[in-house]
Structure formats: structure tokens, C-alpha cells
């Protein structure tokens, strides 16, 4: 049976977290979440849902973070 995976930013990956915020905390450089957006299948979740979101095989992440420079 092949191994579940979820697209993490357009690639690909195992599906090892079982919440988006353990998904935020294995790829997030913060701990804390800090300049981090995500969405979910198209849809932005707020950071006070990220614990409840629960992820399934085939969902789209994608984790975007906040830069600064010029």
C-alpha cells in the first residue's frame, strides 16, 4: 500500500503530521509561527485554527513566509 502524502508547496511529501501546526512546526523556522501564512486547499487558515486543522492524504499545503529585504 503506497504511503500517503500531502503536495507540501507543490512537492510531493509524506503525510507525517497529523495537525497543520505539527505540519508549521516541522517546516516553519519559528517555533512560534511568526511571519508564517498557510493555506490549505486553496483556503487561508487563521493561526488560531492551525491546531485543529487536521490533514488528510492529497490535501495542498502551502506554507509561505514572510521576507524582508530589497
Do not use: K, Y
Not at 50 to 58: D, E, K, Q, S
Amino acid at each position: 500500500m503506497p504511503e500517503p502524502t500531502i503536495r507540501l508547496n507543490g512537492a510531493e511529501t509524506p503525510l507525517c503530521a497529523a495537525t497543520l501546526a505539527a505540519l508549521i512546526a516541522e517546516h516553519a523556522p519559528s517555533a512560534d509561527g511568526r511571519g508564517v501564512a498557510v493555506a490549505v486547499n486553496g483556503a487561508v487558515v487563521r493561526r488560531a485554527d492551525w491546531a485543529t486543522v487536521t490533514l488528510a492524504p492529497g490535501d495542498a499545503v502551502e506554507i509561505v513566509l514572510a521576507r524582508q529585504g530589497g
